[in-house]
């Protein structure tokens, strides 16, 4: 009871819930298309329609920015379903500044696409088919991201 | 049956999948930079659940359908992303981390937080798609011998 408030202070039971979804989505979206759901490459697939350069035409984006584009609609509307129908119509809103979202978000998008994989792509997909290169990149980036948002704790507030 | 046949219904089942995990993200709330943040603050770890949930039930899921059914329910094959360790993968996953920390979101939770109106994200959104187009311009840049990715 006290371990289980000092580790989660917010509750537990959303965290494994949600979890647990993540993966259905995961899971059924193989089950039923045979296909592997990581977000990170639908930013790369999606450049494809319009940035013409080799690395933008390979197969691997253009045959998959489609239904990569149809499965990013459906996470929106999932958020959207929660939003009207479990959290009371309060908007979602974050203390973040912009130039941080920005920031952090262009070392998001550049290390992912490097690394073929992000929290989903890696964590969730690469762990789910049990590789190890994904569970190394996993602890590569849960390092970097702890290191760095402890020292922007420090210095940036 | 072949796989054209069923465009539409393999697009609803994407939409359907993609509409499960962006709830879950939401639920969760991985889609609050700041509970993130507070993961990697070591003063909740909710991120660990959400984490350690999804692949409970992937693992299964990824390892039992195709010994069991062969091919997907809605027709083509069973894809397969092999991972690799390399110079790429290390550094690539170490600069995720770099703005992992620094910002508290990641693809995933960026896009199905735009659905619970979050319009801050579009920073990070925009940020994402920026990087990840630097990189294909970069690795376009790089001479192939150097590459260590090989072009799937």
Excluded at chain 2, 84 to 102: K, M, S
Aim: net charge positive; charged share 10%.
């Amino acid at each position: 009871m006290n371990l289980s408030l000092s580790l989660f202070p917010l509750g537990w039971q959303h965290y494994l819930l949600g979890g647990l979804l993540v993966g259905a989505g995961t899971a059924l979206l193989f089950v039923l298309t045979g296909r592997i759901g990581g977000m990170s490459t639908l930013f790369s697939s999606t450049w494809s329609f319009v940035v013409r350069r080799p690395f933008f035409q390979q197969a691997r984006f253009v045959d998959s920015r489609n239904w990569r584009l149809v499965y990013a609609l459906g996470l929106i509307l999932g958020g959207l379903v929660w939003w009207l129908g479990f959290a009371g119509g309060v908007r979602e809103a974050t203390n973040v500044p912009a130039w941080q979202l920005l920031v952090g978000g262009i070392f998001v998008g550049y290390g992912a696409r490097l690394g073929n994989g992000c929290t989903s792509g890696h964590g969730i997909c690469g762990l789910g088919s049990l590789q190890w290169p994904s569970l190394m990149a996993v602890l590569t980036f849960m390092a970097t991201a702890f290191l760095t948002a402890n020292l922007a704790a420090r210095w940036l507030s | 049956m072949s796989v054209t046949s069923k465009t539409l219904p393999r697009a609803l089942a994407t939409l359907v999948a993609g509409a499960l995990f962006g709830f879950g993200l939401s639920l969760s709330t991985m889609i609050r930079p700041e509970v993130v943040l507070s993961f990697l603050h070591l003063n909740d770890f909710g991120l660990m659940l959400v984490m350690g949930g999804a692949v409970a039930v992937v693992v299964p899921a990824y390892k039992l359908a195709p010994r069991l059914l062969g091919r997907p329910l809605l027709g083509d094959v069973f894809r397969r992303h092999a991972s690799v360790w390399n110079r790429d993968t290390l550094v690539g996953a170490a600069l995720f981390g770099v703005g992992w920390g620094l910002c508290g979101v990641c693809p995933g939770p960026a896009i199905a937080g735009l659905g619970a109106g979050n319009w801050s994200l579009l920073w990070a959104l925009a940020g994402i798609a920026l990087g990840a187009l630097l990189q294909g311009l970069r690795s376009d840049a790089r001479p192939y011998n150097q590459r260590l990715t090989p072009d799937l």
